[in-house]
T-cell receptor, first 116, second 112 residues
Framework: DAGVIQSPRHEVTEMGQEVTLRCKPI?????LFWYRQTMMRGLELLIY????????DSGMPEDRFSAKMPNASFSTLKIQPSEPRDSAVYFC??????????????FGSGTRLTVV | GENVEQHPSTLSVQEGDSAVIKCTYSDSASNYFPWYKQELGKRPQLIIDIRSNVGEKKDQRIAVTLNKTAKHFSLHITETQPEDSAVYFC???????????FGKGTLLTVNP
């Protein structure tokens, strides 16, 4: 298995532009998580899906952020419009239904987003 | 929700020494206790985990101990090496959901 695949690895965009981050979870994993990591705030859970359904989006900062999971093998995180304070590394992670029995979370390589 | 605290936030040791990082949590129903290692510029990766029916688990130079009564668990690294330098996160699993709550991380520096 190729693991959790994220794209792009790096994204530089101008303030106000739309940004779309993509994630392909490990085949057979039915939970998917989006995290944001910054020096100041650490690893923050933005949203998580189970069986393609959003379960908890309480970490989504504001209406500018949205996430979708149209099928079991693909998810997107969209920021529109982007702002400089959105600059961070965004990680996608996946796990089986119960991390206890599926070896915890597997993280993707992350997308480093810079908004100028 | 689960409140998770890690101590210390930074730890500097000499190569060969031992390092201990402690994690406290609030949800008494938590039943899974993993530790993740994140090297600079890399993704967090699971290095060891323990379930609530076990008090200690070892894997070569690393071990995790659990005290459910006191609601804390610790990561122990013996004979530290420079490649152990990284940020370590604890992430207990809440009892009522399948969501790991990550601590703020501990930056471990092993000086050669």
């Amino acid at each position: 298995d190729a693991g959790v695949i994220q794209s792009p690895r790096h994204e530089v965009t101008e303030m106000g532009q739309e940004v779309t981050l993509r994630c392909k979870p490990i085949s057979g994993h039915n939970s998917l998580f989006w995290y944001r990591q910054t020096m100041m705030r650490g690893l923050e859970l933005l949203i998580y899906f189970n069986n393609n359904v959003p379960i908890d989006d309480s970490g989504m900062p504001e209406d500018r952020f949205s996430a979708k999971m149209p099928n079991a093998s693909f998810s997107t995180l969209k920021i529109q419009p982007s702002e400089p304070r959105d600059s961070a590394v965004y990680f996608c992670a996946s796990s089986g239904r119960d991390p206890l029995f599926s070896g915890g979370y597997t993280f993707g390589s992350g997308t480093r987003l810079t908004v100028v | 929700g689960e409140n998770v605290e890690q101590h210390p936030s930074t730890l500097s040791v000499q190569e060969g020494d031992s390092a201990v990082i402690k994690c406290t949590y609030s949800d008494s129903a938590s039943n899974y206790f993993p530790w993740y290692k994140q090297e600079l510029g890399k993704r967090p990766q699971l290095i060891i985990d323990i379930r609530s029916n076990v008090g200690e688990k070892k894997d070569q130079r690393i071990a995790v101990t659990l005290n459910k009564t006191a609601k804390h668990f610790s990561l122990h690294i013996t004979e530290t090496q420079p490649e152990d330098s990284a940020v370590y996160f604890c992430a207990p699993l809440g009892g009522s959901n399948y969501k790991l709550t990550f601590g703020k991380g501990t930056l471990l520096t092993v000086n050669p």
